[in-house]
T-cell receptor
Framework: GIQVEQSPPDLILQEGANSTLRCNFS?????LQWFHQNPWGQLINLFY???GTKQNGRLSATTVATERYSLLYISSSQTTDSGVYFC????????????FGTGTRLKVLA | DSGVTQTPKHLITATGQRVTLRCSPR?????VYWYQQSLDQGLQFLIQYYNGEERAKGNILERFSAQQFPDLHSELNLSSLELGDSALYFCASSGGGVNYNEQFFGPGTRLTVL
């Protein structure tokens, strides 16, 4: 089945720093989503981005489907950005289900 | 608030017992998905229902079952519980928005099996 790898696995930043999180997938996908799981366990939708670039405030994402990767950019990080960031892909082939990556655990220090 | 509701928020039970988790999708969404998140396994897809019918199955144990009712709410039944079933169980829904397959997650039910 499709493999979804995220890097880095862990990231510690000072408040105000920028970061780039990466999601690589091993097969073609129809959809891709980025989620933020906050310290209370809630999964929050960040982007639905099967291809192209989107921006929402300090966050932006780019998916290059032909090269099988997606990037999540966080600028001017805040302590509330702490948590785990997951990408989830919906493979083109196979059954209807999302496959989640292993996540990037981000800690932003004040 | 995603619009997806799950009850209960927390559940503590003993091995061998049976529990039912409930999910109400966002208004207009026909698809409901169940996921399990445990410490050592990450987020694992369990099962999907679309408008009352099972559509996709993941790594769901035979001790687990689910259904989606005519009003589109869904229940996940977990029986003969084992310690390893302790996890966060999420429900997600999709289908009613601009992006048909975009999934929105509920707050989760944290199950602890003692």
């Amino acid at each position: 089945g499709i493999q979804v790898e995220q890097s880095p696995p862990d990231l510690i930043l000072q408040e105000g720093a920028n970061s780039t999180l990466r999601c690589n997938f091993s097969d073609s996908v129809n959809n891709l989503q980025w989620f933020h799981q906050n310290p209370w366990g809630q999964l929050i939708n960040l982007f639905y981005i099967p291809s192209g670039t989107k921006q929402n405030g300090r966050l932006s994402a780019t998916t290059v489907a032909t090269e099988r990767y997606s990037l999540l950019y966080i600028s001017s990080s805040q302590t509330t950005d702490s948590g785990v960031y997951f990408c989830a892909v919906f493979p083109t082939s196979g059954t209807y289900k999302y496959i989640f990556g292993t996540g990037t655990r981000l800690k932003v220090l004040a | 608030d995603s619009g997806v509701t799950q009850t209960p928020k927390h559940l503590i039970t003993a091995t061998g017992q049976r529990v039912t988790l409930r999910c109400s999708p966002r208004s207009g969404d026909l698809s409901v998905y169940w996921y399990q998140q445990s410490l050592d396994q990450g987020l694992q897809f369990l099962i999907q229902y679309y408008n009352g019918e099972e559509r996709a199955k993941g790594n769901i144990l035979e001790r687990f079952s689910a259904q989606q009712f005519p009003d589109l709410h869904s229940e996940l039944n977990l029986s003969s519980l084992e310690l390893g079933d302790s996890a966060l169980y999420f429900c997600a829904s999709s289908g009613g928005g601009v992006n048909y397959n975009e999934q929105f997650f509920g707050p989760g039910t944290r199950l602890t099996v003692l």
